[in-house]
């Protein structure tokens, strides 16, 4: 299913005194969140901020895929850190197998001297 709409225009304020926002309209035109905005700025007070944004809309397919998506990335990256710690785990055993040997052939030096 595909959204004839594909986003809404969202107008908002900024109150210079506490910094929140509120929503003061959506608007699936630019023309109308221009017109709405123009007439709140006919009489601004205290410095107040507006903004003007475009949302884009989801639909449930895309949501889904997205979602999917990064379930199979996750996936990934957790059989490649896998992975990786046996072969960090192998290194170690090799460096400890590696000097066992050194310190037998110490040994065998010290001996022989």
Partial sequence: ????????????????????????GVYPEGKAAL????????????????????????????LTEQHQRCKANRAEWDEKSRIYDNYKAGQLTDKDEESKEIDQLLEDLENAV
Avoid at 2 to 20: E, F, N
Wanted: glycine share 4%; charged share 30%; net charge negative.
């Fill in 1 to 24: 299913m595909t959204c004839k709409i594909s986003g809404a225009w969202v107008v908002t304020r900024t109150c210079p005194y506490d910094g929140t926002e509120s929503t003061l």
């Fill in 35 to 62: 017109l709405k905005l123009e007439h709140f700025m006919d009489d601004p007070h205290d410095n107040e901020e507006y903004k003007i944004e475009f949302h884009m809309f989801e639909s449930v397919e895309q």
